[in-house]
Nanobody
Framework: QVHLVESGGGLVQPGGSLTLSCAVS????????MRWYRQAPGKEREWVAA???????AHAQPVRGRFTISRDTSKNTIYLQMRDLKPEDTALYLC??????WGRGTQVTVSS
């Protein structure tokens, strides 16, 4: 069973930056797809970004150009680099592996 542990969330001012990490218990190149999702209070869970085991990436339209998914295969870690953060980016950010394995999430709050 793959285990995922997110970290790096916090409180940031609008326009600021954060980098989230997702530590994976197995070789990430063997996982078909790693994804970041987010869920704001009272809203449905929203897909944010994805990376395949082969390294191909995709980003949801609301974050395209501001967020970047990346990885360090030597650390089995997936990252979500976020810049130009907006209040509407406030959410619990969750890491997902192969659609059915979830971490507990890390909270991002964008507020002045």
């Amino acid at each position: 069973q793959v285990h995922l542990v997110e970290s790096g969330g916090g409180l940031v001012q609008p326009g600021g930056s954060l980098t989230l990490s997702c530590a994976v218990s197995e070789d990430i190149t063997r996982i078909i797809a790693m994804r970041w999702y987010r869920q704001a209070p009272g809203k449905e869970r929203e897909w944010v970004a994805a990376m395949t085991g082969g390294g191909n990436t995709a980003h949801a339209q609301p974050v395209r150009g501001r967020f970047t998914i990346s990885r360090d295969t030597s650390k089995n870690t997936i990252y979500l680099q976020m810049r130009d953060l907006k209040p509407e980016d406030t959410a619990l950010y969750l890491c997902n592996a192969n659609d059915n394995i979830w971490g507990r999430g890390t909270q991002v709050t964008v507020s002045s």
